[in-house]
């Protein structure tokens, strides 16, 4: 396996997959055996990326096309029987997959096409694909709202609303998380960081004082929220966590999500502050407000009421930022002391302090 981009911190505490000389031998044998298995055979050495979150290989295969390999860390390890269990539940809504191995966090799947991200950059029109792919995402949870159970099982994180509070608590306690109070950007940033999803400035603190003790003081606001959110009745389901164009691949004719590492039993729209946040940069304001409305649409035939589902979605935006900050735990070992997971995370707490009017649902 050739590793071609890393972008991480320095590791503190051991050595990440990519520079042991062992696990990289492991994972190509896996993956030369379990192509040979599917009838198919590599043409070239996997070429790989190495990221805190993930190690991703493009696998050249013999006569054309490609196979992608990934590797994911213990704490998102769930994500190959994630994957495979999807194939089975909703299979027009997941990729085509080679391999896993849930038991070292390994997933071989086949080459789905390109990123919706990427066709919007090149076709305005494209735009047009992302509500029925909303819609029918909506759908998915609301099937897979039926098997949470099953979901828990496969050792998919619990966020939903009734411990979002605790686990709250927990991590503005944490280490990691108090280590970042008072630090600039420019001091704690590693060269992975830009792909977090928030607009930094590096001259920037990612977290004050000031806010940090507001964070103490958030806990009961949280609970009421969730509280609240008990009220409407939406059942709880899976959440992606971080669903945008750039984790939504076309497979000719059909999208699907991808990249489940982040993914948590939660409250479903708790999915609606990354994915309108990415809405809002490509569309209008009323664009954006209309596609809102084409994700709750199927929600209404569960029988609930549309003012009410607006007052959700509302109070979902308001308590998925921890999900987002939970997600930065999800490193490799030998990161897992860095400054930058926990001040990432602290980023994203800091938003439960000042939820933009843009991410709330306006009706």
Same mark, same amino acid.
């Given at each position: ?5 890393? $972008? ?93 191995? #849930?038991? $070292? ?63 709250? *608590? ?11 109070? @008072? @630090? ?12 977090? @999803? ?10 004050? *004082?000031?806010?940090?003790? =507001?964070?103490?003081?958030? #806990? ?7 509280? *609240? ?23 000719? @004719?059909? #999208? ?30 009323? =664009?954006?407000?209309?596609?809102? *409305? ?35 735990? $999800? ?30 649902? #306006?009706?």
């Amino acid at each position: 396996m050739e590793i071609v981009d890393v $972008r991480v911190p320095h590791p503190v505490g051991g050595l990440p997959p990519w520079q042991d000389p062992q696990w990289l031998a492991e994972a190509t044998a896996w993956i030369d055996a379990r192509l040979a298995e599917a009838g198919l055979a590599r043409a070239a050495a996997p070429r790989a990326r190495g990221r805190m979150w993930s190690v991703v290989a493009r696998v050249p295969l013999a006569g054309g096309g490609c196979v992608w390999f990934k590797a994911n860390p213990p704490a998102s390890s769930f994500e190959p029987g994630l994957l495979d269990a999807l194939t089975r539940w909703v299979p027009d809504m997941a990729l085509p997959l080679v391999a896993v191995d #849930t038991a $070292r966090g390994w997933t071989l799947s086949r080459d789905a096409g390109a990123h919706l991200g990427d066709l919007l950059k090149q076709e305005p029109d494209a735009t047009t694909r992302l509500a029925p792919f909303i819609r029918r995402y909506a759908e998915l949870q609301i099937v897979l709202s039926a098997r949470v159970d099953e979901l828990l099982a496969l050792g998919v994180p619990d966020l939903r609303p009734h411990v979002v509070a605790d686990r709250f *608590e927990a991590l503005i306690g944490s280490a990691p998380v108090r280590a970042s109070v @008072g @630090g600039r950007i420019a001091d704690i940033v590693g060269p992975g960081a830009m792909d977090s @999803g928030l607009q930094q400035d590096p001259d920037e603190v990612w977290i004050t *004082e000031a806010q940090y003790a =507001q964070l103490h003081g958030a #806990t009961a606001g949280l609970r009421a929220v969730c509280a *609240e959110l008990a009220e409407v009745g939406v059942p709880v389901s899976l959440d992606h966590s971080d669903l945008h164009p750039g984790n939504i691949v076309d497979l000719g @004719g059909r #999208t699907a999500p991808f990249d489940w590492g982040d993914a948590s039993v939660a409250h479903p729209f708790s999915t609606l502050l990354v994915l309108m946040r990415s809405a809002r940069s490509i569309l209008s304001p009323g =664009q954006a407000d209309a596609l809102r *409305e084409v994700y709750l649409e199927p929600w209404r035939d569960t029988g609930i009421a549309s003012g009410e589902l607006r007052r959700a979605a509302d109070l979902a935006v308001r308590i998925s930022p921890v999900s987002r900050a939970l997600a930065w735990g $999800r490193v490799f070992p030998c990161f897992a002391g860095s400054v930058e997971p926990g001040a990432q995370a602290a980023r994203w707490l800091v938003r439960i302090l000042r939820i933009e009017a843009k991410d709330l649902a #306006t009706g």
